[in-house]
Protein backbone atom coordinates (compact mmCIF):
# COMPACT_ATOMS: atom_id res chain seq x y z
CA UNK A 1 0.00 0.00 0.00
CA UNK A 2 1.04 3.29 -0.78
CA UNK A 3 3.00 6.34 1.45
CA UNK A 4 1.58 9.40 1.65
CA UNK A 5 2.77 12.78 3.26
CA UNK A 6 -0.47 14.35 5.57
CA UNK A 7 -0.25 18.25 6.57
CA UNK A 8 -1.54 19.37 9.73
CA UNK A 9 -2.45 23.02 9.33
CA UNK A 10 -0.68 25.47 11.94
CA UNK A 11 -2.10 28.88 13.68
CA UNK A 12 -4.27 29.32 10.57
CA UNK A 13 -6.42 26.76 12.16
CA UNK A 14 -7.67 29.28 15.47
CA UNK A 15 -9.23 31.84 12.73
CA UNK A 16 -12.40 30.16 11.67
CA UNK A 17 -13.87 33.32 9.66
CA UNK A 18 -10.61 33.13 7.00
CA UNK A 19 -9.78 29.61 7.33
CA UNK A 20 -11.05 28.40 3.97
CA UNK A 21 -8.84 31.80 2.41
CA UNK A 22 -5.77 30.45 4.32
CA UNK A 23 -5.84 27.08 3.63
CA UNK A 24 -6.38 27.74 -0.09
CA UNK A 25 -3.28 29.97 -0.26
CA UNK A 26 -1.33 27.40 1.27
CA UNK A 27 -2.66 24.99 -1.19
CA UNK A 28 -1.40 27.88 -4.01
CA UNK A 29 1.64 27.96 -2.20
CA UNK A 30 2.30 24.77 -2.24
CA UNK A 31 1.66 23.96 -5.65
CA UNK A 32 4.20 26.58 -6.67
CA UNK A 33 6.95 25.46 -4.07
CA UNK A 34 6.15 21.64 -5.75
CA UNK A 35 5.79 22.60 -9.67
CA UNK A 36 9.52 20.91 -10.25
CA UNK A 37 7.45 17.97 -8.91
CA UNK A 38 4.51 15.25 -9.94
CA UNK A 39 2.19 15.17 -6.93
CA UNK A 40 -1.45 15.08 -6.39
CA UNK A 41 -2.97 17.10 -3.70
CA UNK A 42 -6.49 16.63 -1.67
CA UNK A 43 -7.52 18.85 1.65
CA UNK A 44 -10.61 19.49 3.64
CA UNK A 45 -10.64 22.07 6.65
CA UNK A 46 -8.48 19.90 8.70
CA UNK A 47 -5.82 18.68 7.22
CA UNK A 48 -4.07 18.12 3.72
CA UNK A 49 -2.92 15.07 1.76
CA UNK A 50 -0.49 15.03 -1.04
CA UNK A 51 0.50 11.72 -3.03
CA UNK A 52 3.77 11.50 -5.26
CA UNK A 53 6.52 8.99 -6.43
CA UNK A 54 7.59 6.98 -3.50
CA UNK A 55 11.47 8.50 -4.17
CA UNK A 56 10.40 11.92 -4.20
CA UNK A 57 8.63 11.91 -0.89
CA UNK A 58 11.42 12.95 1.34
CA UNK A 59 13.14 15.98 -0.83
CA UNK A 60 9.00 16.61 -1.04
CA UNK A 61 8.45 16.94 2.70
CA UNK A 62 11.98 18.32 3.65
CA UNK A 63 10.65 21.16 1.46
CA UNK A 64 7.58 21.33 3.00
CA UNK A 65 8.55 21.71 6.31
CA UNK A 66 10.35 25.51 5.40
CA UNK A 67 6.75 26.53 4.10
CA UNK A 68 4.94 28.80 6.66
CA UNK A 69 1.13 27.42 7.75
CA UNK A 70 2.09 24.17 8.63
CA UNK A 71 2.17 22.80 12.11
CA UNK A 72 3.71 19.52 11.20
CA UNK A 73 4.38 17.20 8.52
CA UNK A 74 4.18 13.48 8.87
CA UNK A 75 5.07 10.72 5.82
CA UNK A 76 2.22 7.99 6.56
CA UNK A 77 1.28 4.62 5.91
CA UNK A 78 -2.04 4.37 4.13
CA UNK A 79 -4.47 1.14 4.64
CA UNK A 80 -8.02 0.25 4.73
CA UNK A 81 -9.84 0.41 7.58
CA UNK A 82 -9.20 -3.57 8.60
CA UNK A 83 -7.76 -4.48 11.73
CA UNK A 84 -5.70 -7.10 10.43
CA UNK A 85 -4.42 -5.07 7.53
CA UNK A 86 -3.28 -2.01 9.94
CA UNK A 87 -1.51 -5.25 11.77
CA UNK A 88 0.72 -6.25 8.46
CA UNK A 89 1.48 -2.84 7.73
CA UNK A 90 2.49 -1.73 11.25
CA UNK A 91 4.77 -4.95 10.85
CA UNK A 92 6.70 -3.99 7.92
CA UNK A 93 6.88 -0.38 9.33
CA UNK A 94 8.50 -2.12 12.59
CA UNK A 95 10.81 -4.06 10.66
CA UNK A 96 12.99 -1.32 9.57
CA UNK A 97 13.15 0.33 13.45
CA UNK A 98 15.08 0.11 16.32
CA UNK A 99 13.62 0.37 19.51
CA UNK A 100 13.20 -0.74 22.83
CA UNK A 101 10.26 0.14 24.08
CA UNK A 102 7.19 1.82 22.49
CA UNK A 103 3.15 3.53 22.70
CA UNK A 104 0.73 3.25 20.44
CA UNK A 105 -1.64 6.34 20.29
CA UNK A 106 -4.83 5.70 18.04
CA UNK A 107 -7.70 8.27 16.58
CA UNK A 108 -10.82 7.18 15.83
CA UNK A 109 -12.58 10.29 13.87
CA UNK A 110 -14.39 7.35 12.30
CA UNK A 111 -16.85 6.03 14.42
CA UNK A 112 -17.96 3.45 12.41
CA UNK A 113 -15.17 1.42 12.91
CA UNK A 114 -15.57 -1.06 15.61
CA UNK A 115 -13.65 -0.99 18.35
CA UNK A 116 -13.00 2.09 20.37
CA UNK A 117 -9.54 4.03 20.55
CA UNK A 118 -8.89 2.35 23.87
CA UNK A 119 -9.09 -0.76 22.55
CA UNK A 120 -7.55 -1.04 19.67
CA UNK A 121 -4.85 0.58 21.15
CA UNK A 122 -4.35 -2.73 23.10
CA UNK A 123 -4.88 -4.76 20.08
CA UNK A 124 -1.98 -3.11 18.19
CA UNK A 125 -0.12 -3.44 21.65
CA UNK A 126 -0.53 -6.72 21.81
CA UNK A 127 0.32 -7.90 18.01
CA UNK A 128 3.41 -5.53 18.55
CA UNK A 129 4.32 -7.40 22.17
CA UNK A 130 3.98 -10.41 20.35
CA UNK A 131 6.03 -9.82 16.97
CA UNK A 132 8.88 -7.63 18.78
CA UNK A 133 11.54 -7.50 21.61
CA UNK A 134 10.31 -4.62 23.11
CA UNK A 135 8.30 -3.09 26.23
CA UNK A 136 5.34 -1.00 26.41
CA UNK A 137 6.48 2.76 27.76
CA UNK A 138 3.38 5.56 27.57
CA UNK A 139 5.29 8.14 29.42
CA UNK A 140 8.49 8.29 27.42
CA UNK A 141 8.80 5.54 24.61
CA UNK A 142 11.28 5.12 22.19
CA UNK A 143 8.63 4.85 19.78
CA UNK A 144 5.13 6.46 19.53
CA UNK A 145 3.07 4.29 17.00
CA UNK A 146 0.40 7.20 15.93
CA UNK A 147 -3.05 5.26 14.02
CA UNK A 148 -5.63 7.89 12.47
CA UNK A 149 -9.08 5.57 11.23
CA UNK A 150 -10.66 8.05 9.65
CA UNK A 151 -13.61 7.74 6.61
CA UNK A 152 -11.36 8.01 4.08
CA UNK A 153 -8.40 5.21 5.60
CA UNK A 154 -6.45 4.41 8.31
CA UNK A 155 -2.89 6.29 8.45
CA UNK A 156 -0.18 5.21 10.38
CA UNK A 157 3.10 6.70 10.70
CA UNK A 158 5.76 7.20 13.90
CA UNK A 159 7.63 10.77 13.63
CA UNK A 160 6.24 14.20 13.01
CA UNK A 161 8.76 16.58 11.04
CA UNK A 162 7.65 19.68 12.62
CA UNK A 163 6.96 22.56 10.36
CA UNK A 164 8.11 26.24 10.14
CA UNK A 165 4.43 27.61 11.73
CA UNK A 166 4.05 31.05 10.61
CA UNK A 167 0.20 32.03 8.62
CA UNK A 168 0.68 31.15 4.81
CA UNK A 169 2.72 33.71 2.85
CA UNK A 170 0.21 36.15 1.19
CA UNK A 171 -2.52 36.16 3.87
CA UNK A 172 -1.69 39.61 4.68
CA UNK A 173 -0.92 40.93 1.78
CA UNK A 174 2.28 42.52 0.64
CA UNK A 175 5.13 44.30 2.08
CA UNK A 176 8.13 46.00 0.66
CA UNK A 177 11.14 44.78 2.25
CA UNK A 178 14.61 46.81 2.38
CA UNK A 179 17.35 44.60 1.42
CA UNK A 180 21.07 45.26 1.96
CA UNK A 181 23.70 42.75 2.11
CA UNK A 182 23.89 42.62 5.81
CA UNK A 183 23.06 40.03 8.10
CA UNK A 184 19.72 41.82 9.84
CA UNK A 185 17.48 42.66 6.40
CA UNK A 186 17.81 39.27 5.31
CA UNK A 187 16.34 37.94 9.12
CA UNK A 188 13.65 40.68 8.93
CA UNK A 189 12.43 39.72 5.65
CA UNK A 190 11.78 36.11 6.78
CA UNK A 191 10.37 36.83 9.92
CA UNK A 192 7.98 39.14 7.84
CA UNK A 193 7.10 36.12 5.52
CA UNK A 194 6.56 33.85 8.65
CA UNK A 195 3.36 36.07 9.74
CA UNK A 196 2.15 36.30 5.99
CA UNK A 197 3.20 38.84 4.29
CA UNK A 198 4.16 38.50 0.89
CA UNK A 199 7.31 40.46 0.49
CA UNK A 200 9.57 42.08 -2.33
CA UNK A 201 12.48 43.13 -1.86
CA UNK A 202 14.26 46.98 -2.69
CA UNK A 203 17.93 46.99 -2.80
CA UNK A 204 19.97 50.57 -3.14
CA UNK A 205 22.95 50.83 -4.88
CA UNK A 206 24.73 53.32 -6.44
CA UNK A 207 27.20 52.27 -8.98
CA UNK A 208 30.50 52.86 -9.52
CA UNK A 209 30.50 53.21 -5.79
CA UNK A 210 29.60 49.69 -5.28
CA UNK A 211 29.80 46.86 -7.29
CA UNK A 212 27.85 44.02 -9.68
CA UNK A 213 29.56 41.56 -6.78
CA UNK A 214 27.15 43.55 -4.02
CA UNK A 215 24.08 43.42 -5.76
CA UNK A 216 24.45 40.06 -6.93
CA UNK A 217 25.12 39.11 -3.07
CA UNK A 218 21.74 41.03 -2.28
CA UNK A 219 20.14 38.92 -5.44
CA UNK A 220 21.95 35.71 -3.75
CA UNK A 221 19.93 36.52 -0.36
CA UNK A 222 16.64 37.14 -1.82
CA UNK A 223 17.08 34.11 -2.98
CA UNK A 224 18.14 32.28 -0.19
CA UNK A 225 14.60 33.79 1.54
CA UNK A 226 12.89 32.77 -1.32
CA UNK A 227 12.57 29.29 -0.40
CA UNK A 228 9.98 30.51 2.21
CA UNK A 229 8.05 32.59 -0.47
CA UNK A 230 9.00 31.42 -4.18
CA UNK A 231 7.53 34.61 -4.91
CA UNK A 232 10.15 37.30 -4.68
CA UNK A 233 11.48 39.77 -6.41
CA UNK A 234 14.28 42.36 -5.90
CA UNK A 235 13.68 46.05 -7.48
CA UNK A 236 16.97 47.64 -7.75
CA UNK A 237 17.14 51.28 -7.03
CA UNK A 238 19.84 53.41 -8.83
CA UNK A 239 20.87 55.39 -6.20
CA UNK A 240 23.98 57.73 -7.09
CA UNK A 241 22.81 60.67 -8.24
CA UNK A 242 20.67 61.22 -5.15
CA UNK A 243 24.00 60.16 -2.45
CA UNK A 244 26.07 62.36 -5.10
CA UNK A 245 23.63 65.60 -4.50
CA UNK A 246 23.39 64.31 -0.64
CA UNK A 247 27.43 64.56 -0.42
CA UNK A 248 27.81 67.55 -2.51
CA UNK A 249 24.91 69.88 -0.27
CA UNK A 250 24.68 68.40 2.90
CA UNK A 251 26.97 68.83 6.05
CA UNK A 252 28.67 65.17 6.17
CA UNK A 253 27.75 64.61 9.60
CA UNK A 254 23.94 64.54 8.16
CA UNK A 255 24.66 62.73 5.50
CA UNK A 256 23.53 59.08 6.96
CA UNK A 257 20.34 60.77 8.19
CA UNK A 258 19.24 62.35 5.07
CA UNK A 259 20.35 59.30 2.83
CA UNK A 260 18.08 57.34 5.06
CA UNK A 261 15.03 59.69 4.78
CA UNK A 262 15.60 59.45 1.00
CA UNK A 263 15.34 55.07 0.65
CA UNK A 264 12.24 56.16 2.84
CA UNK A 265 10.70 58.18 0.47
CA UNK A 266 11.79 56.19 -2.39
CA UNK A 267 10.23 53.18 -0.02
CA UNK A 268 7.19 54.39 0.07
CA UNK A 269 6.35 55.98 -3.52
CA UNK A 270 7.39 52.74 -4.70
CA UNK A 271 5.27 50.58 -2.23
CA UNK A 272 2.47 52.53 -3.48
CA UNK A 273 3.24 51.66 -6.96
CA UNK A 274 3.42 47.90 -6.24
CA UNK A 275 0.57 48.04 -3.76
CA UNK A 276 2.24 47.01 -1.19
CA UNK A 277 1.37 48.06 2.35
CA UNK A 278 4.09 48.46 4.48
CA UNK A 279 7.67 48.87 4.59
CA UNK A 280 10.12 46.30 6.06
CA UNK A 281 13.68 46.70 7.16
CA UNK A 282 16.37 45.10 9.96
CA UNK A 283 16.65 48.03 11.95
CA UNK A 284 18.27 46.90 15.15
CA UNK A 285 17.26 49.93 17.90
CA UNK A 286 20.77 51.41 19.19
CA UNK A 287 22.85 48.99 16.63
CA UNK A 288 24.27 52.07 14.90
CA UNK A 289 24.04 55.90 14.60
CA UNK A 290 20.86 56.08 12.42
CA UNK A 291 19.39 53.71 15.19
CA UNK A 292 19.07 55.92 17.80
CA UNK A 293 15.49 56.34 18.71
CA UNK A 294 15.86 60.33 18.29
CA UNK A 295 17.26 58.81 14.65
CA UNK A 296 14.34 56.63 13.87
CA UNK A 297 12.03 59.28 15.00
CA UNK A 298 13.72 61.64 12.40
CA UNK A 299 13.96 59.26 9.46
CA UNK A 300 10.61 58.04 10.36
CA UNK A 301 9.36 61.24 9.74
CA UNK A 302 9.00 61.31 6.09
CA UNK A 303 6.55 58.59 5.73
CA UNK A 304 3.14 57.43 7.23
CA UNK A 305 3.13 53.90 5.54
CA UNK A 306 3.57 51.80 8.68
CA UNK A 307 7.50 50.73 8.76
CA UNK A 308 7.85 47.30 10.57
CA UNK A 309 11.01 46.17 11.90
CA UNK A 310 10.95 42.55 12.82
CA UNK A 311 14.38 42.76 14.34
CA UNK A 312 14.05 45.95 15.73
CA UNK A 313 14.81 44.27 19.66
CA UNK A 314 16.87 41.84 18.84
CA UNK A 315 20.64 40.99 19.89
CA UNK A 316 22.33 40.68 17.12
CA UNK A 317 23.67 37.18 18.67
CA UNK A 318 19.99 36.20 18.39
CA UNK A 319 19.34 37.72 14.80
CA UNK A 320 22.91 35.77 14.20
CA UNK A 321 20.84 32.51 15.27
CA UNK A 322 18.08 33.03 12.88
CA UNK A 323 20.60 33.95 10.01
CA UNK A 324 22.33 30.70 10.54
CA UNK A 325 18.89 28.84 10.85
CA UNK A 326 17.57 29.79 7.30
CA UNK A 327 21.04 29.51 5.81
CA UNK A 328 21.49 33.53 5.00
CA UNK A 329 24.54 34.00 6.92
CA UNK A 330 27.69 32.62 5.28
CA UNK A 331 26.52 34.95 2.31
CA UNK A 332 25.49 37.96 4.22
CA UNK A 333 29.14 38.23 5.80
CA UNK A 334 30.93 38.02 2.20
CA UNK A 335 32.89 41.81 1.87
CA UNK A 336 30.87 43.26 -0.15
CA UNK A 337 30.28 47.01 0.37
CA UNK A 338 26.90 48.91 0.95
CA UNK A 339 25.48 52.05 -0.49
CA UNK A 340 25.65 53.27 3.04
CA UNK A 341 28.91 52.89 4.04
CA UNK A 342 30.42 54.35 1.24
CA UNK A 343 29.53 57.38 1.94
CA UNK A 344 29.51 56.51 6.06
CA UNK A 345 31.31 60.37 7.73
CA UNK A 346 33.35 59.97 10.28
CA UNK A 347 30.95 61.07 13.19
CA UNK A 348 27.68 60.74 11.84
CA UNK A 349 25.07 62.40 13.90
CA UNK A 350 23.42 60.95 17.10
CA UNK A 351 20.43 62.77 17.62
CA UNK A 352 19.53 64.54 14.70
CA UNK A 353 17.55 67.43 14.67
CA UNK A 354 14.28 67.13 12.22
CA UNK A 355 14.36 70.71 11.16
CA UNK A 356 18.08 71.12 10.11
CA UNK A 357 17.46 67.74 8.06
CA UNK A 358 14.36 69.34 6.45
CA UNK A 359 16.88 72.92 6.10
CA UNK A 360 19.80 71.14 4.36
CA UNK A 361 17.42 68.92 1.91
CA UNK A 362 15.37 72.04 0.45
CA UNK A 363 18.90 72.94 -0.61
CA UNK A 364 18.37 70.27 -3.52
CA UNK A 365 15.45 69.51 -5.53
CA UNK A 366 15.31 66.33 -3.95
CA UNK A 367 11.23 65.60 -5.50
CA UNK A 368 12.25 65.18 -9.17
CA UNK A 369 15.53 62.96 -8.42
CA UNK A 370 13.11 60.63 -6.25
CA UNK A 371 10.73 60.57 -9.38
CA UNK A 372 13.45 59.93 -12.32
CA UNK A 373 14.97 57.41 -9.85
CA UNK A 374 11.81 55.62 -9.48
CA UNK A 375 11.08 55.39 -13.17
CA UNK A 376 14.51 53.84 -13.53
CA UNK A 377 14.56 50.97 -11.03
CA UNK A 378 14.95 47.55 -12.50
CA UNK A 379 13.33 44.36 -11.63
CA UNK A 380 14.90 41.16 -11.46
CA UNK A 381 12.10 38.36 -10.94
CA UNK A 382 14.27 35.64 -11.90
CA UNK A 383 16.48 34.75 -8.93
CA UNK A 384 17.94 31.87 -10.08
CA UNK A 385 19.08 33.79 -13.33
CA UNK A 386 21.72 35.67 -12.07
CA UNK A 387 25.37 34.63 -11.97
CA UNK A 388 26.50 34.13 -8.86
CA UNK A 389 30.54 32.70 -9.56
CA UNK A 390 31.74 36.15 -8.94
CA UNK A 391 31.09 36.14 -5.35
CA UNK A 392 31.17 32.56 -4.54
P1 LIG B 1 21.88 44.99 7.65
O1 LIG B 1 22.72 44.01 8.40
O2 LIG B 1 20.55 44.45 7.30
O3 LIG B 1 22.60 45.59 6.48
P2 LIG B 1 22.74 47.11 9.31
O4 LIG B 1 22.84 46.83 10.73
O5 LIG B 1 23.96 47.10 8.47
O6 LIG B 1 21.64 46.15 8.67
P3 LIG B 1 22.06 49.70 8.25
O7 LIG B 1 23.09 49.59 7.19
O8 LIG B 1 22.00 50.95 9.04
O9 LIG B 1 22.06 48.53 9.30
O10 LIG B 1 20.66 49.53 7.59
C1 LIG B 1 19.49 49.37 8.33
C2 LIG B 1 18.48 48.79 7.40
O11 LIG B 1 18.26 49.66 6.29
C3 LIG B 1 18.91 47.47 6.80
O12 LIG B 1 18.64 46.39 7.65
C4 LIG B 1 18.09 47.44 5.54
O13 LIG B 1 16.75 47.06 5.83
C5 LIG B 1 18.08 48.90 5.12
N1 LIG B 1 19.18 49.17 4.19
C6 LIG B 1 20.43 49.60 4.43
N2 LIG B 1 21.15 49.69 3.29
C7 LIG B 1 20.34 49.33 2.29
C8 LIG B 1 20.46 49.18 0.86
N3 LIG B 1 21.60 49.46 0.23
N4 LIG B 1 19.40 48.75 0.17
C9 LIG B 1 18.24 48.45 0.79
N5 LIG B 1 18.05 48.55 2.10
C10 LIG B 1 19.08 48.98 2.86
MG1 LIG C 1 23.80 47.40 6.17
Redesign the pocket.
Known amino acids: MERLILIKYGELTTKKENRKMFIKLLANNIKSLLSDYNFNMVYDRVRMYITCDDEDIDSIASKLSKIFGIHSVVICHKTNNDTNEIKEKISEILKKETFKTFKVETKRADKRFEISSMDFNNVIGGHVLRNFDCKVDVHNPDLRIHIEIRPEGTFIYLNEIAGSGGYPVGVQGKGLL????????PV?GYLALKRGIDIDC????APPHTSVEAKNKVIKLADIINEYSGNIKVHVVPFTKIQEEIYKNCPSDYNITIMRRM?YRIAEKYAKKIKAHAII????VG??A??TLTSMYVINSVTNMPVIRPVACMDKLEIIDISNKIGTYET?ILPFE???TIFLPRHPVINPNLDKCIKYENSFDYESLIDETINNIEVVSNLKGEDFSSIL
Open positions: MLSGGIDSALYFEMNGESQVSQSDCC
